[in-house]
């Protein structure tokens, strides 16, 4: 069997940056977190070249190859994407290729070769390998793929090395082997597997391309490979002002695409999916209700965030949910009937907003018990960008709940707070969570625990400062009430947007205040974002 492998994936990143001048990546050394005090001089990162993501690749084949669906392909063999320390698995730098990473590619590669140049797919996609198989042929076959694989027009130079791959190997077999090996160099190449964010010198920073801020707008809105119009727009440079490009984010955004691309950030900044399949001791059946739990806070987010275009505010004060049958008679209000979900509003005690979602509660508890440390942590690092450090060795275990006897609160404040070792990190957090009190590890509401009063007051630490609040609803309220919490937000969206490119930070300003004010959405902030001057340059810092 020929194997034929163009680049050595394992050095993949160099050898493209040699390729486009040594423009470089971000890195953390030369390329620290910017201050707001140099934001002026500082409103785009470094250039960085951007791996795909296993999910981005396997959509991008998808897409550009539709023989892959009537195969019945089974995807892409790349092993799970790595997570960063914000939790998103799009990030440039933990996206890295090793030995392991380009087997995985060359084997993802071979087979989606195997079913595109089968004679059966050849016959109806490329006629001309049945009736005129010859140089005229293979040259339209790289040139149609590696505009889509590349995401931009293959060069001449490019062309030539890999029809000079198809004349060798045909040579050996014959012409559709040729076309097999050929499209497995494509998919291989470090312009298929990276997405370039280096562009060209202008001036003492690198503007992208057309055809750079077309790969950047369909991976950052739908996370898959622009389409063909997108392409021809960038053919034509229709994408270089500011205006454009947050016009086109908008409409991404509002196909199906991007839907599923926005409940990705979701489903990673707040992780509520993880309630679907958990067990709690007192609840043998719970895990009948996590998939509906994750569907409401899916639902939820829908309306909150694209049929009412709101932002943090409503996020976190919304009162209502969406509700089935089975949810409704779990939870003990709405009364709704059939398997459909309909909008309910929440009873007063039951609280308001996201922090209220049952699968936001039965998610951050533990199997035999709620947890104020994971409901207070929830808080603390996704919507206040808190930092916490990792926990010592040999920490205290949490005592085993003791109902009618003591409360959760008691139990945690004994180990958590009391104790000095603990105390330095969990009163940061703990507090907050201790106002969630009222709902149980399921996300039901309980007006006691085991009969025992339960005392809800706590805290938010806000830039170092105290701020009380006392139950679900104060919670939210004083969360939606400081600014500090949209930022943090605002943050988390542009890391997401831009892969954690290294300081971008600065170039959200703008769109950043208008999502503090009230004046945009987060649906609409995350267009804005395609606007910035990050997203147009990068510039070198020694």
């Excluded at 694209?306 to 009162?319: D, N, Q, S």
């Amino acid at each position: 069997m020929i194997r034929w492998q163009t680049w050595v994936l394992a050095g993949v990143a160099s050898s493209l940056l040699a390729c486009v001048g040594d423009a470089g990546g971000g890195d953390p050394e030369k390329d620290p977190p910017i201050d707001g005090d140099s934001c002026e001089q500082a409103q785009v990162g470094a250039p960085v070249l951007r791996r795909l993501s296993a999910l981005e690749l396997e959509n991008s084949l998808r897409d550009i190859f539709p023989e892959l669906g009537a195969a019945a392909w089974s995807g892409v063999r790349l092993g799970t994407d790595p997570t960063s320390k914000l939790g998103f698995t799009n990030d440039a730098e933990a996206l890295q290729v090793g030995v392991q990473t380009a087997k995985e590619l060359l084997g993802t590669a071979e087979d989606v070769a195997d079913i595109v140049t089968a004679e059966a797919a050849l016959a109806t996609s490329l006629p001309c390998a049945a009736t005129q198989p010859g140089p005229e042929c293979a040259a339209e076959f790289v040139t149609r793929h590696g505009l889509r694989l590349f995401r931009r027009p293959v060069s001449e130079e490019e062309k030539s090395e890999l029809l000079a791959l198809h004349a060798s190997v045909s040579g050996k077999s014959d012409f559709r082997v040729g076309l097999k090996w050929t499209l497995v160099s494509m998919i291989q190449s470090p312009h298929a597997f990276y997405r370039s964010e280096i562009g060209a010198p202008n001036g003492g920073r690198y503007e992208l391309s057309q055809h750079e801020l077309a790969t950047a707008l369909a991976y950052n809105y739908t996370g898959t490979t622009p389409t063909p119009e997108l392409l021809d727009k960038a053919a034509r440079g229709e994408l270089g002002s500011p205006e454009a490009l947050v016009e086109e984010a908008r409409a991404l955004l509002s196909s199906p695409r991007g839907h599923e691309a926005m409940s990705r950030f979701l489903q990673q900044w707040l992780s509520y999916g993880k309630v679907n399949g958990i067990a709690k001791e007192n609840l043998p059946d719970f895990s009948t209700y996590g998939g509906f739990m994750q569907d409401e806070t899916r639902l939820f987010l829908e309306e909150v965030l694209y049929t009412r275009g709101a932002g943090v505010t409503e996020l976190l004060t919304a009162p209502y949910t969406f509700l089935n049958d089975q949810l409704s008679t779990f939870y003990g209000y709405g009364n709704v009937t059939g398997s459909a979900f309909q909008r309910v509003d929440r009873p007063a005690e039951w609280g308001v907003g996201l922090l209220a979602q049952g699968s936001i509660l039965a998610g951050n508890s533990r199997m035999d018990g709620s947890s104020p440390t994971h409901r207070g942590l929830l808080v603390f690092e996704r919507l206040l960008c808190g930092d916490v450090p990792p926990p010592p060795e040999n920490i205290p275990a949490i005592t085993k709940p003791d109902p009618g006897k003591t409360t959760t609160r008691a139990r945690y404040e004994e180990i958590h707070i009391s104790a000095e070792a603990c105390n330095g990190c969990h009163a940061s957090f703990d507090p907050t969570g201790f106002a969630l009190e009222h709902f149980d590890e399921t996300g039901r509401y309980r007006a006691d625990e085991g009969h025992l009063p339960i005392d809800d007051s706590g805290y938010i630490v806000v830039k170092g400062e105290k701020r009380p609040v006392v139950g679900a609803t104060g919670l939210a309220e004083a969360l939606a009430g400081a600014p500090e919490v949209t930022e943090c937000v605002s943050k988390l969206g542009a890391a997401y947007t831009y892969g954690g490119a290294l300081g971008a930070e600065c170039a959200i300003s703008e769109a950043q205040q208008g999502l503090v004010n009230g004046q945009i959405g987060l649906v609409e902030y995350f267009a804005q974002l395609a606007g910035t001057e990050h997203m147009r340059a990068r510039v070198r810092r020694e």
